[in-house]
């Protein structure tokens, strides 16, 4: 079964960076297009940003565009997600997610396959 680990989230002011990690221990990401959603309190779950197989295609959410930045390092079997500028409504936890596509990525969550527990992210004075 596999299973998908995120770090790096935590308590940040506004206009702070996080850097968030995506690891799957056993298992080969190479082969799978990662995408990474959140969810705030009492709102359902947003793509945020995904990143196809190769690392060539990639794709935000509006809301994040020019703020994050999705990259992944296949020799070290990890998926990033810088996150700058940080605002307030970007609050919530953040999810990694795979998904078996061979195609372009997409930021729909029925398109993922296995997802992580998830890293909470606070973006606050």
């Known amino acids: 079964q596999l299973q998908l680990a995120e770090s790096g989230g935590g308590l940040v002011h506004p206009g702070g960076s996080l850097k968030l990690s995506c690891a799957a221990p056993g298992f080969t990401l190479d082969y799978f297009a990662i995408g990474w959603f959140r969810q705030a309190p009492g709102k359902g779950r947003e793509g945020v940003s995904c990143i196809s197989r190769d690392g060539v295609n990639t794709n935000y959410a509006d809301s994040v565009k020019g703020r994050f930045a999705i990259s992944r390092h296949n020799a070290k079997n990890v998926v990033y997600l810088q996150l700058n500028s940080l605002k307030p409504e970007d609050t919530g936890v953040y999810y990694c997610?795979?998904?078996?596509?061979?195609?372009?990525?997409?930021?729909?969550?029925?398109?993922?396959?296995?997802w992580g527990q998830g890293t909470q992210v606070t973006v606050s004075s």
């Open positions: 997610a795979v998904s078996r596509t061979t195609g372009s990525p997409t930021l729909s969550a029925k398109d993922y396959d296995y």
